[in-house]
T-cell receptor
C-alpha cells in the first residue's frame, strides 16, 4: 500500500515570497491533516479536513496561510507571503477517519531566508 | 490548560533498557499515542493506550495510568537504529485531535 506522498521535499525561499506544498493521502483515507513542526518541537496542527470539508483550522494563520482539498483527495497548503518564522517542516498526515491512527508523509522542509 | 511533558533528551547504551516518561494535563482524554521520529523523517506509529496498563509489542512496551496522567515507553535490547525522537501525543475526546509533546531525543551509545 502506498503511503502519504508530499512534494516538494525541500524548499528555500526568501521572505515575502509565496510557496505551495502538495499532499496525496493514502487511498480511501477520509481525514487529512497539515501540521507544522518547528525544530525541537512536536507537530502543531494547522488544519484538518474530513473529505473536502474543513473540520478545524483554528490554528491556521489565515492572513497568510490557506489550504484546500477540493475533490476530497489531494490537498495543497499555501503560504503567501512567507515570513522567517515559517521555517519549519510541514507534515501531511491521513487517517481512515478522525478516530484512527494517523499516517505521516515525509514532510516538506521549508527554509525562509 | 493543555500540557504534555517529556524529557528533552536521554542517553542509553546499546543492549540496555530505557524508559521514556510522558505526563499530561488535557481537557479531555481519548487515548495516548507514541510515535518514533528519526531525524529528518516523518513520525511513525509505535503504540496506542486507552485503558490503564501495559501494552507490549516486541521490544517496545507502553504503559498508561489515566488517574496519574502518566505514560511511559519502554524500549528493551536497545539497538543503534533506536536513536530517534520519541513523541507522546494525547487524543482529546471532544474532537479526536492529537496534542503533541515536544519529543524526547534518545541517543544510543555503543
Amino acid at each position: 500500500e502506498a503511503g502519504v506522498a508530499q512534494s516538494p521535499r525541500y524548499k528555500i525561499i526568501e521572505k515575502r515570497q509565496s510557496v505551495a506544498f502538495w499532499c496525496n493521502p493514502i487511498s480511501g483515507h477520509a481525514t487529512l491533516y497539515w501540521y507544522q513542526q518547528i525544530l525541537g518541537q512536536g507537530p502543531k496542527l494547522l488544519i484538518q479536513f474530513q473529505n473536502n470539508g474543513v473540520v478545524d483550522d483554528s490554528q491556521l494563520p489565515k492572513d497568510r496561510f490557506s489550504a484546500e482539498r477540493l475533490k476530497g483527495v489531494d490537498s495543497t497548503l499555501k503560504i503567501q507571503p512567507a515570513k522567517l518564522e515559517d521555517s519549519a517542516v510541514y507534515l501531511c498526515a491521513s487517517s481512515l477517519d478522525d478516530r484512527n491512527e494517523q499516517f505521516f508523509g515525509p514532510g516538506t522542509r521549508l527554509t525562509v531566508l | 490548560g493543555q500540557n504534555i511533558d517529556q524529557p528533552t533528551e536521554m542517553t542509553a547504551t546499546e543492549g540496555a533498557i530505557v524508559q521514556i516518561n510522558c505526563t499530561y494535563q488535557t481537557s479531555g482524554f481519548n487515548g495516548l499515542f507514541w510515535y518514533q521520529q528519526h531525524a529528518g523523517e516523518a513520525p511513525t506509529f509505535l503504540s496506542y493506550n486507552v485503558l490503564d496498563g501495559l501494552e507490549e509489542k516486541g521490544r517496545f512496551s507502553s504503559f498508561l495510568s489515566r488517574s496519574k496522567g502518566y505514560s511511559y515507553l519502554l524500549l528493551k535490547e536497545l539497538q543503534m537504529k533506536d536513536s530517534a525522537s520519541y513523541l507522546c501525543a494525547v487524543r482529546e475526546n471532544s474532537n479526536y485531535q492529537l496534542i503533541w509533546g515536544a519529543g524526547t531525543k534518545l541517543i544510543i551509545k555503543p
